[in-house]
Nanobody
């Protein structure tokens, strides 16, 4: 069973930066999309950023221009560079991979990001 392991979360001051990493324990075949979601206390999980197998990216309006999603296929790793962080970015961040064949959703265990002075 493929596992996604996240790292890079932590406490940062407003305006600061963090880079989240999501490493797959082995290569995932037939990837459709890879992405990052987040869930703040009392709120639903929301999509933050996504990248397709063809390289097309999507960002939610709340993070556009501040966050960047990228991948390193040789390392089976996906990244989320987060700049100019705001207190409202505080949440547990989850990485996600959707494979086409067979159709399956892979999720990481989540990493806490706290933006506070």
């Amino acid at each position: 069973q493929v596992q996604l392991v996240e790292s890079g979360g932590g406490l940062v001051q407003p305006g600061g930066s963090l880079r989240l990493s999501c490493r797959a324990s082995e290569s995932i075949r037939a990837i459709d999309t890879m992405g990052w979601f987040r869930q703040a206390p009392g709120k639903q999980r929301e999509l933050v950023a996504r990248i397709s197998s063809g390289g097309t990216t999507y960002y939610s309006d709340s993070v556009k221009g501040r966050f960047t999603i990228s991948t390193d296929n040789a390392k089976n790793t996906m990244y989320l560079q987060m700049n100019t962080l705001k207190p409202e970015d505080t949440a547990v961040y989850y990485c996600h991979v959707l494979s086409r064949y067979p159709p399956y959703d892979y999720w990481g265990q989540g990493t806490q990001v706290t933006v506070s002075s």
